[in-house]
C-alpha cells in the first residue's frame, strides 16, 4: 500500500491551496480516508474524512466552512481544498487510511487510520 502526498507549500494568510494524495495498494476498495495535520510543538490531529465510497465528509471545527475533502474513486486521488488559510493553519499534513473501516461513516472522533502518508509541508505566512 502507499498514501503520497503533493501540493504542499508557502501561502499568505487568505490563500488558497490543494493537497492530493494518491492510494495504492489497498485490498479493498472499502475505506475511510482522511486528513491528519501536525503543528510544531502540537500532537497530530485529524481534521477531515470521508468514506472512499462516498460519505457525507467531516471536519474538525477549525477547518469547517474552509476546507472541503473530496475524492474520486476512480483515480484513487483524495484532495483537501483549502481556502481562506491562517498561520495557525501551519503544520505538516498527512493523508491517512482506516481500513477496512469499523464503521458505514467517517467521523473525526472515530478515525483511526493504520495507514500514513509521510506528509507534506504547508507554511502560512502572515
Known amino acids: 500500500w502507499q498514501l503520497v502526498e503533493s501540493g504542499g507549500g508557502l501561502v499568505q494568510a487568505g490563500g488558497s491551496l490543494r493537497l492530493s494524495c494518491a492510494a495504492s495498494?489497498?485490498?479493498?476498495?472499502?475505506?475511510?480516508i482522511g486528513w491528519f495535520r501536525q503543528s510544531p510543538g502540537k500532537e497530530r490531529e485529524g481534521i477531515a474524512c470521508m468514506m472512499s465510497r462516498g460519505s457525507a465528509p467531516d471536519y474538525t471545527d477549525a477547518v469547517e466552512g474552509r476546507f472541503f475533502i473530496s475524492y474520486d474513486n476512480a483515480k484513487k486521488q483524495a484532495y483537501l481544498q483549502m481556502n481562506s488559510l491562517k498561520p495557525e493553519d501551519t503544520a505538516v499534513y498527512f493523508c491517512v487510511v482506516e481500513e477496512p473501516p469499523r464503521f458505514r461513516t467517517c467521523t473525526i472522533p472515530n478515525l483511526d487510520p493504520n495507514y500514513w502518508g509521510h506528509g507534506t509541508q504547508v507554511t502560512v505566512s502572515s
Open positions: 495498494g489497498f485490498t479493498w476498495d472499502d475505506y475511510a
